[in-house]
């Protein structure tokens, strides 16, 4: 599949996310660039501005099945992976899939949930396969998971650890809408949701198609060095505890890649590292208390990092 095509065929996807979701094109863009990355999403918001939209319009517009799971503290890793039930006619025990098995599983509120319960998206998440009772089940494909989170401060909620936290591909943040945008929405949703409307756009075969020809886009040596240098600056830098890992380093390479095709280009360009640097590294950093204190962000911190690390030459 041609750059062109993936271009179009995303950009439709944009499109008709954004007939719901208004005034965040670049929040839209970015899950997309997620989804075509084979990545799952983080959404860290407070309650209220689209994140479970979001979710149900990236799963009508591809034509996948879309599943639900409300993190609660009673919650058990069986609630989401399944369990198998005695079938009294058949006097055997079947197994009954959780709501895992879907193509965009929405994990609301997922630091609501005790560690052991969000420790079972782990290998759901890693390897698109989960294990209950000794056998292995693969998940449908494409399998994509969209976390939201609350904010840390909030009553009832877990940290979510190191670990889980590094295999989300990216984490972004919806925010508030402008004045103008909050009130088309209230005009769009006077009579009825406009998730209604949502069509859809590419059938799920396309978008595995799509998935794969992202990783056939050109990445220079040049840009790798680059990547990597980014990276390292994390991890040097005196602003942060701990810096991103080399799944980081990966993942923003991979971030790249479809920035680049989104962009109808079939090689990465520095300006793609960029533009994906922040979702992808800044939950895998630890910003020191006094950055916290001083009320900068991981976001904040990775950006001035950037302008710090040289920039390669574009190739093409």
């Known amino acids: 599949m041609v750059t062109s095509s993936i271009a179009g065929n995303a950009q439709n996807i944009i499109n008709e996310v954004e007939r719901v979701?208004?005034?965040?094109p670049d929040t839209v863009r970015k899950a997309v660039?997620?989804?075509l990355c084979r990545g799952h999403l983080l959404i860290e918001d407070i309650?209220?501005?689209g994140k479970t939209t979001l979710a149900k319009s990236l799963a009508k517009a591809i034509g996948g099945e879309?599943?639900?799971i409300q993190f609660t503290p009673d919650l058990l890793p069986s609630d989401i992976t399944g369990s198998s039930i005695f079938n009294q006619k058949q006097s055997e025990f079947e197994f009954r899939p959780g709501p895992i098995f879907g193509n965009v599983v929405?994990?609301?509120?997922?630091n609501r949930a005790t560690p052991k319960t969000q420790s079972a998206l782990l290998e759901a998440m890693e390897e698109s396969q989960t294990t209950t009772d000794g056998e292995t089940r693969a998940l449908p494909k494409p399998f994509f998971v969209i976390a939201t989170?609350?904010?840390v401060e909030m009553t009832g909620t877990y940290p979510l650890p190191e670990a889980q936290l590094d295999r989300f591909f990216a984490r972004i943040s919806l925010g508030y809408p402008d004045r103008e945008s909050e009130s088309n929405?209230?005009?769009?949703?006077?009579?009825?949701h406009p998730l209604e409307l949502v069509k859809n756009i590419i059938g799920l075969d396309a978008l595995l198609e799509m998935q794969a020809a992202v990783r056939d886009v050109f990445v220079h040596e040049s840009i790798r060095g680059y990547i990597v240098d980014v990276v390292r600056a994390t991890r040097e830098s005196n602003q942060f505890l701990v810096g991103a890992s080399p799944r980081g380093s990966l993942h923003l390479m991979r971030a790249a890649q479809a920035a680049a095709a989104v962009n109808g280009m079939d090689f990465v360009r520095p300006d793609d590292v960029k533009e994906m640097a922040a979702p992808i590294l800044a939950h895998r950093v630890m910003p020191r208390a006094e950055m916290r204190a001083k009320g900068q962000t991981p976001e904040d911190v990775i950006n001035r990092t950037l302008e710090s690390v040289p920039t390669p030459v574009p190739v093409g």
């Open 21 to 24: 979701i208004v005034g965040k």
């Open 33 to 35: 660039i997620t989804l």
């Open 149 to 151: 989170q609350n904010a």
């Open 185 to 192: 929405i209230l005009s769009q949703q006077q009579v009825a």
């Open 47 to 49: 309650p209220g501005v």
């Open 66 to 68: 879309f599943r639900r």
């Open 106 to 110: 929405l994990a609301d509120e997922i």
